[in-house]
């Protein structure tokens, strides 16, 4: 059993979670780049795949976090705190995608320049 602190983190994350696949869904350009696959243009089986892979991901992040909203009835305030930790969390997760993206392209300027 969680106290409720540990469940406010746990919903917290999970929606922030939520968040970052429906992302992953609206850009799946920017996502499969960091799974090292080569393009664009994509082939048509390789932007299936991900598609499918992606809206798998966001269905079961969706069917988790219902799963534990549903659980049990709460307080308005708990799901207040839930999503400001989501919020931070997702930020986080911007924050860190943007951070690999600009490493990689100061990389990549730095690989281009030296040659």
């Known amino acids: 059993m969680q106290t ?3 469940e406010v983190m746990t919903i917290g994350f999970l929606m922030a ?5 429906l992302w992953w869904n609206i850009d799946w350009r920017r996502f499969i780049k960091f ?3 080569s393009g664009p243009p994509y082939r048509p089986w390789i932007k ?3 598609r499918i892979f992606f ?3 966001s269905l079961g992040a969706a069917i988790d976090l219902r799963r534990l909203l549903l659980e049990e009835t709460r307080p308005g305030k708990f799901y ?4 400001v930790v989501a919020a931070a969390w997702f930020i986080a997760i911007v924050l860190l995608v943007k951070s690999v993206e600009w490493i990689a392209r100061k990389r990549r300027g730095k690989f281009t320049a030296s040659q």
């Open 4 to 6: 409720p602190n540990e």
């Open 17 to 21: 979670g939520f968040a970052w696949t």
């Open 35 to 37: 799974y090292g696959i």
């Open 48 to 50: 299936k795949g991900f």
């Open 55 to 57: 809206a798998l991901c």
């Open 80 to 83: 207040w705190d839930a999503l």
